[in-house]
């Protein structure tokens, strides 16, 4: 069975929270870990992409979510995924 790349991983863990087949827990408890699991991969694949993750999801996203309620920690994180790919989309500049 072939590898899934880090970055599809790394999107496909995010779009599982946000479709509710991870529970903000779980989401919580390994993002961290997958994401300094997946960095160097995902920089190897397409540094842009890696970077752009990392200041959405982790700086703009995860790292902001203290104190915040279930549904606006999914708001926030919804909102990073969405700038994210509109980034990806419009191209790294």
């Known amino acids: ?6 970055t599809d991983f790394m999107m496909s863990f995010v779009q599982d929270y ?3 087949e991870t529970d903000r827990m779980g989401f919580d ?3 961290n870990h997958y994401l300094i699991e997946n960095y160097a991969k995902m920089a190897r694949e397409d540094r842009d ?6 200041f959405c999801l982790a700086e703009n996203g ?8 279930d549904s ?22």
């Open 49 to 54: 992409m890696a970077e752009a993750f990392h």
């Open 1 to 6: 069975m072939p590898k899934q790349p880090a």
């Open 29 to 31: 408890l390994d993002f």
């Open 72 to 93: 606006e920690h999914k708001k926030l994180i919804r909102k990073q995924f969405k700038e994210l790919k509109a980034i990806a989309r419009d191209g790294f500049c």
């Open 62 to 69: 995860f790292d902001r979510c203290d104190g915040l309620s």
């Open 18 to 20: 946000l479709d509710g």
